[in-house]
């Protein structure tokens, strides 16, 4: 590793001020509630029964100064790439031969999504690991998401973040390094291996995100197993994608409404959070949308990326790993290979969701580790 060239990258520390929490305390004492149906349940959306408990706990339980504090706990910095100011963490090994990894969150979580498997990467030995499985972590906040701040112009993709990020890793020292991503990260950590193979080790993804070309006969060639994996993708999206809808076509139109409300941001949020994780963890990255006042930039990566020009045609070919776990989007293994040329690892887990590194963080550490053991 090369000497961090200090003049670019700067020391950073959350500190929300008291009168921003003060505010939100009021806005959530004074809440207009929606409308909702008898027995309505998940049919129409997010229930209502569901935010309200959330947002009493918001109100009454949660202690955010806790988890600023524990975030402040490890080393984070900011820098300005192509223009934009980007927030990460980095954690460094007390292992010197430790193996530089690149973890990027995805919508609608932040830099929290990792908070559990820092540890573990970062310091096995200290947590029933070997030593030769460690890494240096760096964890970015994506452009326009939390602390990084809006993005200020057009263009924020997935491929623009993706060169961003191997700025990242340059200005960092790190000549060779591996990627790993979630939700949205499994689209930015592809194009990180495809701009920069000649440091990249390898990418490791929890979802590897192919779909149908159109041709029928590439359907015909499919399995069993697989064929039901298209027609619960197509369920998915014509019962659960309005999300990706919205915010690929008119982001702003939205965000006027999650600016303004920190119930409508929770709601918005908590469609795909979800009852099954905890409260806190919920609470948390909502509030980091809500403090930095990004929900509108946040939604703005869904409509970059679907208004993307100059796509690559070819297949990436860096080593590619898969940790697809049950109940998260199913990658369907023809078209992921018709997409990517090198894949090496293929796990699927009878259980963990798709919030992985908080819901079954030993799993992911487990798979992550064993990708590049056999990479080295």
């Known amino acids: 590793m090369t000497e961090i060239d200090t003049a670019e990258i700067r020391d950073f520390r959350i500190d929300i001020p008291q009168a921003d929490l003060e505010d939100l305390a009021e806005r959530l004492a004074r809440v207009r509630w929606s409308d909702e149906l008898p027995e309505a349940g998940n049919d ?3 229930p209502l029964q569901y935010v309200q408990g ?32 980007v927030h990460f963490l980095h954690i460094r090994s007390p292992e010197p031969d430790a193996t530089p990894l690149l973890l990027t969150h995805g919508w609608p979580t932040t830099i929290v999504e990792y908070l559990d498997v820092i540890g573990p990467l970062s310091d096995p030995r200290a947590h029933g690991g ?68 000649e440091h990249v080790i390898g990418v490791h993804v929890t979802q ?17 197993e697989d064929q039901k994996k298209v027609q619960f993708l ?45 409260a806190d963890y919920v609470l ?21 990326d679907s208004h993307a020009t100059g796509r690559p045609a070819e297949p990436t070919t860096v080593p590619l790993g898969l940790a697809n776990f ?17 894949i090496v690892s293929w796990n699927v887990y009878d259980t963990g969701s798709h919030f992985a590194a908080h819901d079954v963080p030993g799993l992911l550490v487990d798979d992550i580790r064993g990708f590049f053991r056999r990479l080295h």
């Open 326 to 342: 049950a109940w998260d989007f199913q990658s369907i293994r023809p078209f992921a290979e018709r997409d990517h040329k090198n």
């Open 54 to 85: 959330l947002a009493q706990r918001w109100r009454d339980g949660y202690d955010w100064r806790a988890w600023e504090a524990k975030i402040n706990s490890h080393p984070q910095y900011t820098t300005t790439i192509d223009g934009q100011n």
């Open 284 to 304: 948390t990255n909502t509030m980091i949308y809500w403090l930095t006042n990004t929900a509108a930039s946040a939604a703005r990566l869904y409509y970059e």
């Open 208 to 224: 590897i995100f192919s779909f149908p070309s159109g041709d029928p006969a590439e359907l015909a060639g499919l399995s069993q």
């Open 44 to 46: 129409y959306g997010v």
């Open 234 to 278: 197509q369920w998915w999206t014509d019962n659960s994608g309005a999300y990706d809808k919205l915010q690929s076509t008119t982001p702003q139109t939205l965000a006027h409404a999650l600016a303004d409300s920190p119930v409508g941001q929770l709601g918005w949020n908590a469609q795909l959070l979800g009852p099954n994780l905890d």
């Open 130 to 197: 070997d030593a030769a499985d460690a890494f240096h972590l760096v964890i970015p906040s994506i452009p326009g998401f939390g602390f990084s701040g809006p993005t200020t112009e057009r263009g924020w993709d997935r491929y623009r973040i993706a060169r961003a990020w191997a700025e990242l890793m340059r200005r960092l020292g790190y000549a060779r390094y591996g990627a790993h991503g979630n939700d949205c990260g499994s689209h930015i950590s592809p194009e990180v291996g495809r701009h920069d193979p």
